[in-house]
């Protein structure tokens, strides 16, 4: 008689914990991933790393079609490889794929996505886009880049008179590339500082696509931490004392230039 007594007390509190079970961990059923490779556990995919060029995709995609899926470690990725699915990913759902995908080392140099590469879509990005749209890209700025155009003419006139012979296209248009990227960056006709800039800037490149095992597993982050950190810091130090040189001559010569035409108006 007592158990039955005590049955309806211990059926509520069997029935609350249950209901907290389920609100904290709800048994929703995951939709499922688009076709792909299988892979390997806890690895996935990543012995096949070496064959995702774009002509490695294109094969998977006549196996798989035009949405298939890939395991990266923990990372899920998904290759779109048909007119129709890039159409409703870059140009119906643009919004909801507008983000880009950011490793450790890119959220470390661009202090958090502070950035309009690597910003995620939202107020942010739309300010840094407004900035950029007027002040950067306006027809008044664009009326100043006349040594920019220089840059291109002489480019031109370099491929021109070598007609005939071999010519390294691409170290042309890297050191093309280079001198417009500097002068629009610093606003500066000189020359001056162009291989320290473009030697930071391939640092940067290349801790942006350096392999980390923390960005595949992150419980193996510690593992080679201390060295990646270190070069990870050496380089934004790197570019930060290189952009405080450049503002404090910019200070400097609007101060001389300023005293300048004082003076001239004070005779």
Same mark, same amino acid.
């Given at each position: 008689?007592?158990?039955?007594?005590?049955?309806?007390?211990?059926?509520?509190?069997?029935?609350?914990?249950?209901?907290?079970?389920?609100?904290?961990?709800?048994?929703?059923?995951?939709?499922?991933?688009?076709?792909?490779?299988?892979?390997?556990?806890?690895?996935?995919?990543?012995?096949?790393?070496?064959?995702?060029?774009?002509?490695?995709? %294109?094969?998977?995609?006549?196996?798989?079609?035009?949405? $298939?899926? =890939?395991?990266?470690? &923990?990372?899920? /990725?998904?290759? /779109? +490889?048909?007119?129709?699915?890039?159409?409703?990913?870059?140009?119906?759902? *643009?919004?909801?794929?507008?983000?880009?995908?950011?490793? =450790?080392?890119?959220?470390?140099?661009?202090?958090? @996505?502070?950035?309009?590469?690597?910003?995620?879509?939202?107020?942010?990005? @739309?300010?840094?886009?407004?900035?950029?749209?007027?002040?950067?890209?306006?027809?008044?700025?664009?009326?100043?880049? %006349?040594? /920019?155009?220089?840059?291109?003419?002489?480019? +031109?006139?370099? /491929? $021109?008179?070598?007609?005939?012979?071999?010519?390294?296209? &691409?170290?042309?248009?890297?050191?093309?590339?280079? +001198?417009?990227?500097?002068?629009? %960056?610093?606003?500066?006709?000189?020359?001056?500082?162009?291989?320290?800039?473009?030697?930071?800037?391939?640092?940067?490149?290349?801790?942006?696509?350096?392999?980390?095992?923390?960005?595949?597993?992150?419980? =193996?982050?510690?593992?080679?931490?201390?060295?990646?950190?270190? @070069?990870?810091?050496?380089? @934004?130090?790197? $570019?930060? &004392?290189?952009?405080?040189?450049?503002? *404090?001559?910019?200070?400097?010569?609007?101060?001389?230039?300023?005293?300048?035409?004082?003076?001239? *108006?004070?005779?």
């Amino acid at each position: 008689m007592d158990s039955l007594q005590f049955s309806p007390v211990l059926f509520t509190l069997v029935s609350l914990f249950v209901s907290i079970i389920i609100l904290l961990f709800p048994f929703r059923k995951k939709l499922p991933y688009p076709p792909g490779p299988k892979g390997c556990p806890i690895i996935g995919n990543m012995g096949m790393m070496d064959q995702l060029t774009h002509r490695g995709l %294109a094969r998977l995609s006549k196996q798989y079609g035009g949405l $298939l899926h =890939l395991q990266m470690g &923990g990372l899920h /990725v998904v290759a /779109v +490889s048909t007119p129709e699915t890039a159409r409703e990913v870059l140009h119906v759902q *643009d919004i909801v794929f507008a983000n880009r995908p950011a490793n =450790l080392a890119i959220v470390y140099l661009t202090y958090d @996505r502070a950035d309009m590469a690597f910003a995620n879509y939202g107020p942010f990005w @739309r300010q840094t886009r407004k900035i950029c749209a007027m002040k950067l890209f306006s027809r008044k700025r664009a009326e100043s880049w %006349a040594s /920019v155009r220089d840059e291109v003419e002489s480019t +031109s006139r370099q /491929v $021109l008179e070598k007609t005939g012979e071999p010519v390294n296209i &691409g170290e042309l248009v890297f050191a093309l590339t280079r +001198s417009i990227t500097y002068k629009a %960056a610093f606003g500066s006709s000189s020359n001056e500082g162009q291989e320290e800039f473009m030697a930071i800037l391939q640092e940067f490149s290349k801790l942006f696509g350096a392999f980390n095992v923390a960005d595949f597993f992150p419980w =193996l982050g510690w593992i080679h931490a201390r060295d990646f950190k270190r @070069r990870l810091a050496r380089s @934004r130090n790197s $570019l930060d &004392g290189f952009i405080d040189t450049i503002i *404090d001559e910019h200070i400097i010569t609007r101060k001389k230039t300023r005293e300048s035409l004082d003076s001239k *108006d004070e005779k």
